[in-house]
């Protein structure tokens, strides 16, 4: 069974950070494109980051570039969002989500979801003091 589960949310002061981590079960990470997404509530799905699967491109929205990283470690078939100096506007649930393809890279417009086959159910992220 393919699916993907996110951990690591939680609540978190102004300033600080969190790790969040997606563990794939039912393929192997490393051969797809993986994405993170956000919602707030009142507010559209948004896209944070994707990992490319052949290049190992990396892409960013505007608005975490330079404060949040994706990685992805193949041995353990995990992706991670690295946040750094979260703002109370990142609060959010953040959901990890992978393409079908085998061989797929992040599309010019990934931040849509689109591309996405399976999503995960989400972790929610706190930024308040």
């Known amino acids: 069974q393919v699916q993907v589960v996110e951990s690591g949310g939680g609540l978190v002061q102004p300033g600080g950070s969190l790790r969040l981590s997606c563990v794939a079960s039912g393929f192997t990470l490393e051969y797809y494109a993986i994405g993170w997404f956000r919602q707030a509530p009142g507010k559209e799905r948004e896209g944070v980051s994707c990992?490319?699967?052949?290049?190992?491109?990396?892409y960013y929205a505007d608005s975490v570039k330079g404060r949040f990283t994706i990685s992805r470690n193949n041995a353990r078939n995990t992706a991670y969002l690295q946040m750094n100096s979260l703002k109370p506007e990142d609060t959010a649930v953040y959901y990890c989500a992978t393409t079908q393809v085998h061989g797929s890279n992040c599309g010019p417009f990934w931040s849509l979801g689109y591309d996405m086959a399976y999503w995960g159910k989400g972790t929610l992220v706190t930024v308040s003091s």
């Open positions: 990992f490319s699967s052949t290049d190992g491109a990396t």
